[in-house]
């Protein structure tokens, strides 16, 4: 919808909301329950098998897929918790090997965009389906059918094309399932097969209408009385329209005419895109009939909503009497209930999310989306069902996607769900999402998922790979390292991801995890099918997997030596050798003599201590067992580096504040996060801080910083940083004897501006995205409130070099009304004078597309650090773009640093034009003598009495930001001296008085 649209609605909307939140009936205090909405029904026209001269051919067009759609939720800004990292993080990868895929192959490779990759494995057969056809494969990844149109199956799917498929496999009757949309008229197609094989027994082919309605990103799910449909459809109005419907599986299965059933979602919160999820049911046991649970997450973010929570209906359909079913509201499982706060929300809302490496777009990170499936299994002793979301690892920081999963449980039929353990899975800075998740039949999990990293280091483009976990795993951990299924080469050319993966269960045995998800290979899209197992593969087999202790540290020359042993086989195990080799030395070897359960791990401590004691050296220690039936050899070592750190080694990591603001006064607080480095704990060293070329401020660190911990210290002494202007802070720590004085320190650039535009609106895609100066290269900026400072980003501007190129992109334009302008403060007064306009309303013509700008700076312009500020905005709307002040209606501005050099300038022009030579006597009595600039040549300090005498000689360097000396004068009598700055043929002096 267009903004114009969007702001003459204004008023409508305004008066409607009122109408709805003032209304008595709007939101009732008990759990609420509906009948259906809807009720038809559909009879079956049944077609043959799947011969090879019936099969039509798949479009090879380009075609992108429902993009109407894609509604986005209304979200609060500024509402919702946690503000900082996710509770449930797992941080660290796991610690288990885990093997290596059974099978992987290429199931697709289309232009379809997004393929919505979905797939289910049945006893013999692996069926899988994309926009808009299917294929058919042995279970050795044989492919016995070619890619097809999902027209081929024949009956109501004659002809039918529109596509967004879902296939499932019911394992209770031995059946397959593929759906797709119609639009002739608005309705879901459902075939089911009429015996087990796909390929040769035909099918019953359904056309469900919906009543005008064409149901949006269905999802469905197995249950004892139906087939349950979830859609994102009314996302206004999901509590009183058709959301879920339900079909009458008993009646599909012998191709009778079947009923349909449509719910609303009593008591849900949404307005935008969402995506409810019914439970699958898998496993030899079938559930009950009735008591179906439709499941989905409300974040706190999103209007309406005051607490994170997992929302439970419960569906109960009449076949005999439609319409006396009923939906109810059921749980609510929160925080008490162990639901950790989350946030499922990225960029406000939006679906380009997530950067890829280079200049590719960013891709949706399917928000707001319980990920296909959800996955049900009974087992004796209790019911299991496990889920997941994307979630954003770190709201205070950059968007990082992780996945959130559960293991919810049931203690008998009929009784209330229960959060068994719960995790948000991120081991790394790489984002992952687009999750499926599966349970076998011990109880194992498995996850399927997408990573994505933009680091131009260690770029990862969309690549498909799975983690998992044993059930008698440390809960809320997946324990397992990562494996990969198949490595992407190239990202993805458009926002839209395959708006789901598939992960199944082979039913054969219970324990064998499928896995079905999109990657890229050029501008095309392919599907890989990935095959894992967790489940033991082996009734012998055990190995090491990690080392205990000893620890990174300053360590002895007795020290405790502790490792992990690991039963990956199905038989208990105990008196097996474990031994540990230092360096290629002796080997160390003693017995484990308890009883190792099957799939589970434990600690073992060896009697012999060993020697760790040279400080500085990184020893390599084998860990071995040594089971004398073991059929897996390959898992029995584990290596470990151990380092002997040395005993005081500390530094200052981050300066946490002041940060950059308006009218920063001359008391402003600063606090800074020191890390221990070192092997032992430390306290009382001294810790300081400088404000540009001032005096430093000295304290002393009174508390204790742990090894390889971290500690906030706060000074007693504030900082004056009231003259608007931009500062360069500088804070270190000074620990005798520091071992590696490299890590002592940090930079911090601060200003304090004349104003701050906060306000604007960026949700649209106005503004910058992208920014590209020199060495700055910002390719991933978030949209936030509108502005953002990178003032600690910094470019250097040769004067000499003439003109400059700056490149920007954004992600709305419309009739040249999206523009950029761009300053920079040239006399450091922190306010962008229209002389410091250097680019003026520059259109920028195309979304999401680098414009490269020209500019120059005068030829005088001020040598040394000054601030760039940034703005772009759609200038048909309120607010003006050439005032840095002004706040725009939809827009942002962004604060950065540049460096002013001129390589032409000789030593005898810097000295004697350029620089300012400053002598300040601190409040000590010390003097500091300063020079403030880009000029890097080490220079000379000579100190003279008026009597011509040299009392000092001395090199001095450039610490980055100018020439700093500090001058000792409290033994030197009172009375007048010279200082020079220069070499020895070109220098420039200044006077100082000594009291």
Excluded at 152 to 165: H, R, T
Excluded at 355 to 373: C, F, R, V, W
Excluded at 610 to 632: M, P, R
Excluded at 895 to 924: C, G, K, M, Q, W
Aim: proline fraction near 6%; charge should be negative; hydrophobic fraction near 35%.
């Amino acid at each position: 919808m267009k903004k114009r649209s969007l702001v003459m609605m204004k008023n409508l909307l305004y008066f409607l909301i009122l109408v709805f939140l003032f209304h008595p009936d709007a939101k009732a205090q008990n759990k609420q329950i509906s009948g259906p909405v809807y009720v038809d029904s559909a009879r079956a026209v049944p077609s043959g098998a799947l011969s090879k001269g019936k099969l039509v051919a798949p479009s090879s067009e380009f075609k992108i897929y429902n993009p109407r759609n894609r509604g986005i939720n209304k979200v609060v800004p500024g509402k919702g918790l946690p503000k900082t990292t996710d509770p449930a993080l797992q941080s660290k990868m796991g610690e288990v090997p885990s093997k290596a895929p059974i099978l992987s192959y290429e199931a697709v490779s289309s232009r379809s965009t997004p393929t919505d990759p979905t797939g289910f494995v049945g006893p013999n057969h692996y069926v899988n389906a994309w926009n808009s056809a299917f294929s058919i494969w042995d279970k050795s990844g044989n492919q016995l059918m070619p890619p097809a149109s999902l027209a081929s199956i024949g009956g109501e799917f004659a002809n039918e094309v529109l596509g967004d498929p879902i296939v499932i496999y019911d394992e209770f009757a031995d059946r397959y399932l593929i759906s797709q949309f119609s639009d002739t008229p608005e309705s879901f197609l459902i075939a089911v097969s009429r015996g087990p094989d796909p390929l040769n027994d035909g099918w019953f082919t359904y056309r469900f209408t919906t009543n005008g309605v064409l149901p949006d990103y269905i999802k469905i799910s197995v249950w004892g009385d139906g087939y349950y449909i979830t859609t994102n459809k009314h996302s206004n109005t999901a509590d009183q329209s058709q959301v879920i419907y339900v079909v009458e599986r008993d009646r599909m299965l012998q191709g009778e005419t079947a009923g349909i059933v449509s719910f609303p979602l009593p008591g849900i919160q949404t307005n935008g895109f969402y995506s409810p999820a019914g439970f699958n049911a898998i496993g030899e046991m079938e559930p009950p009939r009735g008591n179906s649970p439709i499941i989905f997450m409300q974040d706190d973010a999103w209007a309406g909503i005051t607490q994170d929570h997992l929302k439970i209906w419960l569906v109960n359909v009449d076949w005999d009497n439609p319409s006396a079913s009923v939906i109810s509201e059921s749980q609510e499982l929160g925080q008490a209930d162990g639901v950790s706060p989350f946030v499922a929300t990225f960029d406000g809302g939006s679906f380009s999310n997530l950067s890829q490496p280079g200049n590719a777009p960013e891709i949706d990170a399917l928000q707001a989306t319980m990920m296909y499936m959800t996955q049900y299994r009974r087992f004796d002793t209790h019911t299991s069902v496990v889920m997941n979301f994307v979630v954003d690892v770190d709201p205070g920081a950059a968007e990082h996607a992780g996945i959130r999963w559960y293991e919810l449980r049931q203690e008998a039929n009929e009784e209330i769900w229960s959060v068994y353990q719960e995790g948000t899975y991120a081991p790394d800075n790489s984002d992952r999402f687009s999750g499926s998740i599966g349970i076998d039949s011990q109880g194992n999990i498995g996850l399927g998922f997408t990573i994505l990293d933009d680091n131009p280091e260690t770029p990862i483009f969309p690549s498909i790979r799975y983690t998992g976990r044993y059930a008698g795993d440390e809960l809320g951990i997946m324990s397992l390292e990562e494996q990969t299924i198949v490595e992407g080469e190239d990202p993805d050319p458009n926002s839209r991801y395959g708006d789901y993966a598939h992960l199944s269960v082979d039913p054969a045995d219970g324990l064998t995890f499928w896995h079905n998800a999109e990657y890229f290979e050029g501008v095309v899209r392919k599907n890989r099918v990935g095959v894992f197992r967790i489940a033991a593969d082996n009734q012998n087999d055990v190995g090491a997997i990690s080392r205990i202790s000893p620890q990174d540290a300053t360590l002895g020359n007795a020290e405790e030596v502790t490792v992990r042993v690991r039963n990956f086989g199905s038989n208990a195990q105990s008196g097996f050798p474990v031994s540990y080799t230092i360096n290629g030395g002796e080997t160390v070897t003693e017995i484990f003599t308890e009883s190792l359960p099957a799939t589970e791990s434990a600690d073992f401590t060896f009697s012999q201590p060993a020697d760790f004691s040279e400080i500085g050296e990184t020893y390599e220690v084998v860990f071995t067992t040594s089971l004398s039936n073991d059929q897996d050899s390959e898992n029995d070592t584990f290596v470990a580096q151990i380092r002997n750190l040395p005993p005081r080694d500390v530094g200052v990591t981050s300066i946490d504040v002041p940060v950059t603001g308006q009218n920063l006064t001359p008391t402003e607080v600063v606090t800074v996060t020191i890390e221990n480095f070192g092997g032992e704990p430390q306290s009382g060293f001294p810790v300081s801080y400088q404000v540009g070329n001032n005096a430093p401020v000295r304290e002393v660190f009174e508390g204790t910083v742990g090894v390889g911990e971290n500690e906030i210290y706060t000074f007693n002494q504030r900082a004056d940083l009231s003259p608007s202007g931009s500062y360069r802070v500088i804070a270190r720590t000074q620990l005798e004897e520091d071992f590696d004085p490299t890590n002592d320190s940090t930079v911090k650039s601060i200003a304090n501006l004349n104003c701050i535009p906060e306000g604007s609106d960026c949700s649209f895609g106005d503004g910058l995205f992208y920014f590209e100066l020199e060495e700055i290269l910002n390719e991933r900026i978030p949209c936030g409130d509108g502005y953002i400072d990178f003032i600690g980003s910094q470019a250097t501007l040769d004067r000499s070099q003439g003109t400059f190129t700056v490149t920007v992109k954004s992600l709305f334009a419309e009739e040249e009304n999206e523009r950029f302008s761009m300053w920079i403060d040239l006399n450091d007064d922190a306010v962008f004078d229209d002389d410091e306009l250097l680019i003026s309303s520059r259109v920028i013509p195309q979304p999401n597309t680098a414009l490269s700008v020209e500019f120059s700076i005068p030829e005088n312009a001020p040598l040394g650090e000054h601030l760039l500020r940034i703005r772009a905005g759609d200038t048909s709307f309120e607010g003006d773009l050439n005032d840095p002040c002004d706040v725009m209606e939809y827009g942002t501005t962004h604060d950065y640093s540049v460096n002013v050099t001129d390589s032409t300038l000789n030593i005898e022009d810097f000295i004697l034009n350029e620089a300012e030579l400053l002598v300040v006597r601190s409040p000590d009595g010390t003097y500091r003598v300063a020079i403030e600039t880009d000029y890097d040549e080490t220079l000379r300090i000579t100190v003279h009495d008026m009597l011509g005498q040299k009392l000092l000689e001395n090199q001095i360097e450039n610490n980055g930001y100018g020439y700093v000396y500090d001058l000792d004068m409290s033994y030197a009598a009172r009375g007048v001296y010279l200082v020079r700055v220069g070499t020895r043929e070109f220098g420039k002096v200044k006077r100082f008085i000594v009291k």
